[in-house]
């Protein structure tokens, strides 16, 4: 299968200061990357949808201006989570895939980022 | 909200196969049914889909009932490298348009056991 990769495996911040995440489709052009996120368990979450070059679709209950997207280029995708606290300490996974006509590959995931903010 | 049901966990011995089953009564039919897998502290990883036919890759085999109310994931030879939490996911598919997002369940717990 293709292959994601994130970037930083993981992290820890003081409570108030940015994180950014980094997901990238290293052997295929991504047309669409997904966020999700992973509490202690419990089940992932899909957070957003971005297509690149378009702002990114949230779901309920996710704050975009909390959470932003950044999908550029068709291999990178970034979020960031801006001023975090405490709470927003998760595990956040990223998945990509591609569709053009009729044709599509299957969401591939990257290995997570551990995010744990004091 | 998922829309299926699996047992929250088994066990399986090591070299035996293990099938894990998955209602999904309500499935509609343009919707394919998705097993993904996951190892702790990583990413989900695909396994397999199918529609109403029965599929076999490397990894593993799904059956489908015929009704397509339910479906079983059989792991040939289960090794402890097996051991996740898979998942199983009812999933729109249109080609030529957007795909439906796939919704995570609890999936089931599986330990290969030696």
């Known amino acids: 299968g293709a292959v994601v990769s994130q970037h930083p495996s993981w992290v820890i911040c003081k409570s108030g200061t940015s994180v950014k995440i980094e997901c990238r489709s290293l052997d295929f052009q991504a047309t669409t990357m997904f966020w999700y996120r992973q509490f202690p368990k419990q089940s992932l979450m899909l957070m957003a949808t971005s297509n690149e070059g378009s702002k990114a679709t949230y779901e309920q209950g996710v704050e975009k201006d909390k959470f932003l997207i950044n999908h550029a280029s068709l291999t990178l995708s970034t979020l960031t989570v801006t001023s975090a606290h405490p709470e927003d300490s998760s595990f956040y996974i990223c998945?990509?895939?591609?569709?053009?006509?009729?044709?599509?590959?299957?969401?591939?995931f990257g290995p997570g980022t551990r995010l744990t903010v004091l | 909200d998922a829309k299926t049901t699996q047992p929250p966990s088994m066990d399986c011995a090591e070299g035996r196969a293990a099938n894990l089953p998955c209602n999904h009564s309500t499935i509609s039919g343009n919707e394919y049914v998705y097993w993904y897998r996951q190892i702790h502290s990583q990413g989900p990883q695909y396994i397999i889909h199918?529609?109403?036919n029965n599929e076999t890759n490397e990894m593993a085999s799904l059956i489908i009932t015929e009704d397509r109310k339910s479906s079983t994931l059989i792991l040939p030879h289960a090794t402890l490298r097996d051991t996740a939490v898979y998942y199983c996911i009812v999933r729109v598919v249109n080609y030529g348009g957007s795909q439906g997002n796939l919704i995570f369940g609890k999936g089931t717990k599986l330990s290969v056991k030696p």
């Open positions: 199918g529609l109403k």
């Open positions: 998945s990509a895939s591609w569709h053009s006509g009729s044709s599509y590959n299957e969401q591939f």
